[in-house]
Nanobody
Framework: QVQLVESGGGLVQAGGSLRLSCAAS????????MAWYRQVPGKQRELVAR???????NYADSVKGRFTISRDNAKNTVYLQMNSLRPEDTAVYLC????????????????WGQGTQVTVSS
């Protein structure tokens, strides 16, 4: 049983910053990849940023240069630092953990958090 809990969302003005956190708990394991997605009603869920255990990162073109994803493997926690926020960044941000390991044994699996609301006012 794996649980992901996001925090750090809120209401900010355009140009402001927020830092999202997502902590995985429940069992002792290692996570291959962690990512942030965002969802807007009426639109498809999109990948915002992804980070692998070795530290390789990928970003959506719309957030490159503004958002930074990082992780603390000891805490099984992923962060998303969001700077220069724009109204179009408004969405529910969801944390994803994909690919669980126990030692060298690959367990597979994927878990999602409940989401945290980010609202950027103009």
């Amino acid at each position: 049983q794996v649980q992901l809990v996001e925090s750090g969302g809120g209401l900010v003005q355009a140009g402001g910053s927020l830092r999202l956190s997502c902590a995985a708990s429940g069992s002792i394991f290692n996570i291959n990849a962690m990512a942030w997605y965002r969802q807007v009603p009426g639109k498809q869920r999109e990948l915002v940023a992804r980070i692998t255990r070795p530290g390789t990162t990928n970003y959506a073109d719309s957030v490159k240069g503004r958002f930074t994803i990082s992780r603390d493997n000891a805490k099984n926690t992923v962060y998303l630092q969001m700077n220069s926020l724009r109204p179009e960044d408004t969405a529910v941000y969801l944390c994803n953990a994909d690919g669980f390991y126990s030692g060298t044994y690959f367990l597979g699996g994927s878990s999602w958090g409940q989401g945290t609301q980010v609202t950027v006012s103009s």
